[in-house]
């Protein structure tokens, strides 16, 4: 059994290029060994991890892998960003879900720093980062493309604001249909979504500098009374804010410190969906914002298994469609579908809303629903297989890409 927890420590001290650092996230509080390791390919990172969870047969083996994996994450977001770096954290935070997901999978808050005991920790201006929930409509569809148009799991974005007064927590975001909103903070938050994460600035000063923006921005969004949620993902109306420019507003215009640019089938849905923007603030770039720090991270694993399926059928069709294969082209169902969604705006029983984002909804659904099962299938044959672990993010696009291709 010693060797076995060698070989889960070697592993990562040989994939993540970074040295480990003691001081921690883990719930138990024991600190993790240092080590240095050496440049491996993100494909030689995947093997070895897979390999390594496949002899970590002792639950505390497959703990400690995960708790590697994500301090090599979070240590690789501190660094100055590159595409290599961000595909490297990418991969490490797919392997350590699913690490995470082989066994029986921890709900509720895996990583949190001292200090952080749920969400009424949380300090104004702290930026809450959720992964899709497969019970709301429709257009939780489109929550895959933001996620995915951004690189990132993350598809939506709040900012946490603590009263002065009587420290209570509020929670504020703009989501589809309601627009901007805000609420007191609950622990059920981490029921309500696959993953969720809690990000804060680093410096004080910046912190400090956000809150008194936070402070003074929140009145003017509440004396506007209803803020629609921007569908189109554009700038051209102050008076309607997805998720990603309500924290923007909030925060100040320096963050997150880089947008989105959609690749070209991102770009093809985004017209099909009625939106004119290619560049546009999605709540992976606050992910990426290497300014903010991990402050605690928590998962409800039976949505997240669901998610994860859905996002890789999503993404496998914005490959094709980046490869210049004709899909998600408007169905007939589709576009009386917003048809509808127009008399209805016409009338005035719907808010604000693009109607195409419906339809194209609609059409992604329609398309995604075959890999969807696909990867249902491929996910049953590694619970007989793989010692229970799903599949990696990496074997369902080859799985997907493979069916394709034949």
Same mark, same amino acid.
Request: proline share 8%; glycine share 8%.
């Given at each position: 059994m010693a060797g076995r927890g060698a070989l889960v420590g070697a592993v990562v001290s040989a994939a993540a290029s970074v040295l480990i650092g003691g001081a921690g996230y883990s719930e138990r509080g024991a600190p993790l060994p240092a080590m240095f390791g050496q440049e491996v390919t993100r494909s030689t990172l995947h093997d070895q991890v897979v390999q390594a969870l496949g002899s970590a047969v002792d639950p505390e083996q497959r703990i400690r892998l995960?708790?590697?994996? %994500? %301090?090599?994450?979070?240590?690789?977001?501190?660094? #100055?960003? =590159?595409? *290599?770096?961000? +595909?490297?954290?990418? *991969?490490? %935070?797919?392997?350590?879900?699913?690490?995470?997901?082989?066994?029986?999978?921890? =709900?509720?808050?895996?990583?949190? @720093?001292?200090?952080? *005991? /749920?969400?009424? =920790?949380? @300090?104004?201006?702290d930026v809450i980062l959720v992964r899709g929930a497969p019970t709301t409509p429709v257009l939780a569809e489109v929550t895959e493309v933001s996620a995915g148009a951004a690189q990132s799991p993350y598809s939506h974005t709040i900012v946490a604001a603590r009263d002065p007064k009587t420290g209570a927590v509020n929670l504020i975001e703009s989501q589809e249909p309601?627009? %901007?909103?805000? /609420? #007191?903070? @609950?622990?059920?938050?981490? =029921? *309500?979504? +696959?993953?969720?994460?809690?990000?804060?600035?680093?410096?004080?000063v910046a912190r400090q500098e956000a809150g008194q923006r936070l402070t003074k921005e929140l009145p003017e969004l509440r004396r506007q009374g209803h803020v629609p949620y921007n569908s189109w993902l554009d700038d051209d109306d102050p008076h309607r804010l997805n998720c990603g420019q309500l924290a923007r507003r909030l925060l100040g215009p320096q963050y997150p410190a880089e947008r989105t640019t959609l690749d070209d089938g991102m770009a093809n849905y985004a017209r099909r969906a009625g939106m004119r923007a290619t560049t546009m603030v999605l709540p992976g770039d606050f992910e990426r914002d290497g300014r903010f720090e991990i402050v605690a991270e928590g998962s409800n694993p039976t949505l997240l298994r669901e998610v994860r399926l859905r996002e890789a059928a999503t993404l496998a069709v914005f490959r094709r469609q980046s490869a210049g294969l004709p899909v998600l082209e408007p169905s007939p169902v589709a576009l009386r579908l917003e048809a509808a969604t127009r008399w209805l705006l016409s009338l005035g029983v719907v808010a604000e809303l693009n109607d195409r984002v419906v339809g194209a909804a609609i059409d992604l659904r329609r398309v995604t629903h075959t890999a969807v099962a696909a990867l249902g299938l491929l996910r049953a044959s590694h619970a007989d297989t793989q010692g229970g672990r799903p599949p990696t993010a990496r074997e369902m696009a080859r799985h997907l890409d493979d069916g394709q291709s034949r």
């Open positions: 995960a708790e590697h994996l %994500f %301090f090599a994450r979070a240590e690789l977001r501190a660094r #100055p960003p =590159s595409p *290599e770096l961000r +595909a490297l954290v990418r *991969e490490l %935070f797919d392997l350590e879900e699913v690490v995470r997901l082989a066994g029986p999978a921890q =709900s509720g808050w895996t990583m949190r @720093q001292p200090g952080f *005991e /749920g969400v009424h =920790s949380l @300090q104004t201006g309601h627009g %901007f909103r805000e /609420g #007191p903070a @609950q622990e059920a938050l981490l =029921s *309500e979504y +696959a993953r969720v994460v809690v990000l804060r600035l680093r410096e004080p």
